[in-house]
């Protein structure tokens, strides 16, 4: 096995420096599996090491499938070597054809053993057992070549599958060393970044009710996500509550009274009758004052260039003062590099919500429109910290909901707003906040349509805070 990540680290699948992941954050190793893909011996010592393990652990399965990309080539010649049975799991749906999701011969109820060529936080095995399920099969373990050990396992086995491992990093990291193929400062420098940079799992099965936990910057890598987790926390409450009203001053109003009760308050900008340049200036100190963020429901749709000014100038200079926004997937991600741009012209940190599904009547989004918001979702992270939708989208977790349409009676409004109430909306959707409007600001009185929703809330056995909050 030595020989291997010997191979492997002359090769360059393994590196040693410093690396900006994808997250963002700074990493003092990187690992590229893809070059094994050019060398057949590899491959063949890659696919032995895997039925090695798969022998060694008794994995009992029928059938494995990779996941793409990397894995493909892996799984492959697991499959050749020891004449398994696979399947394929596409990335994306083709719009001709059989239009399946999973290619190969299956019988359903089949059990099947996902191959991964590397596992940080396990995100991607979920995605492709979610398409494996889907299609009757079962997935209950996956097998990785090289597990990174920052938390990956424990989330997958908060979803009940059970992850194997060819290698962990430490006992690569030790092979190498007795290999004296990198010196003690490099391993103290890897194992210090470990420990520091663990995943913290949400609880994926967690009770939907259950206030979501807070995750510290070094495991979420999103400023704006922590911020908005520490004030949920802090305040008891996960409400965000939809100002939708027409002039500043009953925006100000609304945000005095309901200010000191919610996480987020929501509103557009664009239909303040009389938003003056002082406007995002009183909200930003009422926000300061009663410890909330503001949330521009814009739902940004266009072209990379247009976004850019539409987010960064005119009127509402939105990047300006707006801690969340939204925008629709359907432009592509220039809509959120656009975005991105524009946030980092204007020197602050923005959080980006992909809407993902409507609670409106009728809407044209589907399921394959909703598969890739979470795709692109998940590849802009941490920019993009979240949907909003109708229900839980992301199995780990990073990724939160905000569901809209929320009222204590499920019913319409005429116009084609289809509301939910708060118990199904947690209890079986499983969405993380819960932005309310009407059910609010409209009452008699705000604080009674408050007290009612967050008092539903905490009628739930599994919710942390039980105590009465206003």
């Known amino acids: 096995m030595d020989n291997l990540v010997k191979d492997l680290f002359e090769v360059g699948a393994l590196k040693f420096g410093t690396f900006k992941l994808k997250s963002g954050i700074e990493s003092p190793f990187y690992v590229d599996l893809r070059v094994a893909v050019s060398h057949p011996r590899i491959l063949k010592q890659i696919a032995a090491a895997f039925l090695k393990g ?33 399947v394929m799991c596409r990335k994306e749906q083709k719009d001709h054809g059989t239009r399946r999701t999973v290619e190969g011969q299956y019988a359903p109820g089949s059990r099947c053993l996902i191959i991964e060529d590397v596992v940080t936080s396990g995100s991607s095995i979920l995605e492709v057992a979610e398409s494996l399920v889907s299609q009757g099969l079962k997935v209950t373990s996956a097998i990785v070549l090289l597990d990174r050990e920052q938390g990956g396992r424990d989330v997958l086995r908060a979803m009940d599958i059970e992850l194997f491992s060819v290698y962990g990093i430490t006992g690569m990291i030790e092979a190498l060393q007795n290999m004296h193929l990198i010196d003690s400062l490099k391993a103290e420098t890897v194992y210090a970044f470990l420990q520091k940079s663990q995943i913290i799992p949400a609880d994926a099965k967690r009770q939907p009710s259950r206030i979501p936990q ?90 990379g260039s247009t976004v850019v000014a539409q987010f960064g100038s005119g009127t509402h200079r939105i990047a300006s003062w707006a801690h969340i926004t939204n925008a629709h997937a359907l432009p592509g991600p220039g809509v959120i590099d656009g975005l991105r741009q524009a946030c980092e012209s204007s020197g602050r940190m923005v959080g980006l919500l992909l809407v993902a599904q409507m609670s409106s009547k009728g809407n044209l989004i589907d399921g394959r429109y909703t598969e890739s918001c979470l795709r692109m979702a998940r590849d802009a992270f941490p920019f993009c910290i979240g949907f909003i939708a109708q229900e839980r989208m992301d199995p780990t977790g990073k990724l939160f909901v905000m569901a809209p349409g929320v009222q204590l009676e499920a ?32 009452a008699p009185e705000p604080w009674q349509g408050r007290t009612k929703v967050q008092g539903t809330i905490l009628e739930y056995p599994s919710i942390e805070y039980r105590e009465t909050l206003f």
């Open 54 to 86: 798969i022998r060694e652990h008794q994995v009992e399965f029928d059938l494995i499938c990779g996941v793409p990309y990397t894995a493909l080539p892996f799984a492959t010649a697991i499959a050749l070597e020891g004449n398994i049975p696979m």
């Open 214 to 303: 807070e995750l510290g910057s070094e495991s979420s890598m999103s400023p704006i996500r922590d911020q908005l987790y520490a004030i949920s926390r802090r305040k008891k409450s996960i409400l965000c509550v939809a100002a939708d009203v027409e002039s500043a001053e009953e925006l100000m109003s609304i945000a005095e009274d309901v200010g000191p009760h919610i996480c987020v308050l929501k509103l557009h900008a664009d239909i303040i009758r009389d938003w003056a340049t002082e406007t995002p200036k009183r909200l930003q100190e009422i926000a300061a004052r009663h410890d909330f963020l503001l949330f521009e429901d814009r739902k940004f749709a266009d072209i």
């Open 411 to 442: 019913k319409g409004d005429g116009l084609g707003q289809q509301y939910n109430t708060p118990e199904h909306l947690l209890k079986e959707k499983g969405v993380d906040f819960l932005i309310v409007g009407r059910g609010i600001y409209a």
